[in-house]
C-alpha cells in the first residue's frame, strides 16, 4: 500500500496553459518573434523555464536572449489575473479523499515553488502538504529526481510506499530516476506515446483510479 502521493502541477492538478500562452506571446511579440499556439507550447513542456524559453527562441537561443526573454515574460505573467488557469476536475476532491484517508501529500514540479504554493493558497488551502518541491534556480530540475529524494526522505517513507502522478515523459524519467511507480494522467499535457510507456503502473482517465493504490 502507498502512504505517499506525489504529484506533478501543470497538466496533472491544474490547467494552466492558456494564461501561459498569452504570457509568451506577449513576449514574443515584443521581440517580433512569431508567436505560438497552445499546441505549439505544449510540444516544448517538460523542462524548467529556461529550457522552455530556449526550444521557443529557436535560433535566437543563447544564454543571453534567454535570460531577457524570461524577464520579459515573467513580467507579463506575474501581472497578468490567469483567469484561465483553474484546478482539473476531481483534482480537489482527489486530494481531499486522499487526506482523510492519512495518506502524506507532495507536489514535486518544474514550475517556481514560489508560484505554485500561490496557486495552493489560492485552490488547495485547506489541503495539507508535506512539501512543495518546485524548480529553484541553484538546484536541478525533473526529470532529476532532487526534489522527488527530497519529499520521499522529509516522509520517511521507503520507495515501494511512495508513487508519483504526472502527466508526461517527464513526470515518467524522474519517477524512474528515483527508484518510485509512476501513474500517468490523460487530461494533462502527455500524448499517447506517455500512455504507452512500460514503466508507468498505468494511464488513468479519472483521477479516482488512483484510489486503489491506497487501499490496504
Not at 502507498?2 to 506577449?26: W, Y
Not at 524577464?71 to 489575473?81: C, I, M
Not at 482539473?88 to 514535486?108: K, M
Amino acid at each position: 500500500m502507498k502512504k505517499l502521493a506525489i504529484f506533478d502541477f501543470d497538466g496533472t492538478l491544474i490547467d494552466s496553459v492558456d494564461d501561459v500562452v498569452v504570457s509568451f506571446n506577449m513576449a514574443l511579440s515584443k521581440y517580433d518573434l512569431p508567436t505560438l499556439t497552445r499546441e505549439d507550447y505544449i510540444g516544448y513542456l517538460g523542462g524548467n523555464i529556461d529550457e522552455i524559453v530556449s526550444l521557443v527562441l529557436r535560433d535566437k537561443s543563447t544564454p543571453e536572449n534567454i535570460e531577457s526573454f524570461k524577464k520579459v515574460y515573467l513580467d507579463f505573467y506575474e501581472s497578468s489575473k490567469k483567469e484561465a488557469t483553474v484546478p482539473f476536475p476531481q483534482s480537489h476532491d482527489i486530494l481531499e479523499r486522499l487526506q482523510q484517508n492519512d495518506v502524506s501529500l507532495a507536489i514535486n514540479s518544474n514550475r517556481f515553488t514560489y508560484s505554485i504554493e500561490l496557486f495552493v493558497s489560492k485552490f488547495f488551502s485547506d489541503i495539507d502538504f508535506i512539501a512543495i518541491e518546485g524548480h529553484e534556480m541553484d538546484f536541478p530540475s525533473k526529470p532529476d529526481p532532487y526534489g522527488l529524494n527530497k519529499i520521499i526522505e522529509k516522509a520517511n517513507v521507503g520507495l515501494d510506499e511512495a508513487i508519483y502522478i504526472g502527466d508526461s515523459i517527464t513526470d515518467i524519467e524522474v519517477a524512474k530516476n528515483a527508484g518510485i511507480d509512476c501513474v500517468i494522467v490523460r487530461w494533462g499535457y502527455g500524448n499517447e506515446e506517455d500512455w504507452e510507456n512500460d514503466y508507468i503502473l498505468e494511464a488513468v482517465d479519472d483521477f479516482s483510479q488512483i484510489l486503489k493504490y491506497f487501499n490496504d
